[in-house]
Nanobody, 128 residues
Framework: QLQFVESGGGLVQPGGSLRLSCAAS????????IGWFRQAPGKGREGVSC???????KYVDSVKGRFTLFRDNAKNTVYLQIDSLKPEDTAVYYC??????????????????????WGQGTQVTVSS
């Protein structure tokens, strides 16, 4: 089955850190831009970060300076390092792949129809 598998979520205190992983299963992700999205209870899905095929990351303003996205194509995995966690970061985090034709392009829009292979998500809960 072709999909991404997210892991690394958990319960952390405000100010803590987590590293989320997005591993490709059944295919290689080097030709995909990868997006990370989150969905909090009662809210829509929000794009938080994405990384192009060439490795250029993009972040939504609310996470700039706290989230770092990088890819390790040799491990067929993309990592989202989350620091200085806030309660408002609580959500289920998902990743997906966009096989777009532009090596330097990625989008934070979860409605992008090219995003595929959505995983089951990993829960991040920030609470004291």
């Amino acid at each position: 089955q072709l999909q991404f598998v997210e892991s690394g979520g958990g319960l952390v205190q405000p100010g803590g850190s987590l590293r989320l992983s997005c591993a490709a299963s059944g295919f290689t992700l080097d030709r995909y831009a990868i997006g990370w999205f989150r969905q909090a209870p009662g809210k829509g899905r929000e794009g938080v970060s994405c990384i192009s095929q060439s490795g250029k990351p993009k972040y939504v303003d609310s996470v700039k300076g706290r989230f770092t996205l990088f890819r390790d194509n040799a491990k067929n995995t993309v990592y989202l390092q989350i620091d200085s966690l806030k309660p408002e970061d609580t959500a289920v985090y998902y990743c997906a792949g966009d096989r777009n034709p532009f090596p330097d392009y990625c989008t934070l829009d979860p409605r992008n129809r090219r995003y595929d292979f959505w995983g089951q998500g990993t829960q991040v809960t920030v609470s004291s």
